[in-house]
């Protein structure tokens, strides 16, 4: 599966902005998806995964109460809602699909396929 992430941009402190992640091929559904972050001179982080029809979701504590993942298998793509964004958000923002048999996968190494990144930079 190829993955395009966009979304990203600029925004200040408080703001929101939505991530999209489209996904090719015709067995979306079949994959746990899930968002990572790395910011600049820090390694990559989990933020958020999501089960295959999106029943079940988990986040970083670092995100919970103001990040929702949420997935379309109709239209093949995984979003990301942010809100209330801090300068610590600040990152590259990568999707990831995983083909593992259980859906809560909060290591890099889980997933199989990654997009090629979206930047979010938020300023103070």
């Known amino acids: 599966v190829q993955l395009q992430a966009s979304g990203g941009g600029l925004v200040q402190a408080g703001g929101s902005l939505r991530l999209s992640c489209a996904a090719s091929g015709r067995t979306f559904s079949r994959y746990v998806m899930g968002w990572f972050r790395q910011a600049p001179g820090k390694e990559r982080e989990f933020v958020a995964c999501i089960s295959w029809s999106g029943g079940s979701t988990y986040y970083a504590d670092s995100v919970k109460g103001r990040f929702t993942i949420s997935r379309d298998n109709a239209k093949n793509t995984v979003y990301l809602q942010m809100n209330s964004l801090k300068p610590e958000d600040t990152a590259v923002y990568y999707c990831?699909?995983?083909?593992?048999?259980?859906?809560?996968?909060?290591?890099?190494?889980?997933?199989?396929?990654w997009g090629q990144g979206t930047l979010v930079t938020v300023s103070s």
């Open positions: 990831a699909a995983s083909t593992r048999e259980t859906w809560r996968r909060v290591r890099a190494y889980d997933y199989d396929y």
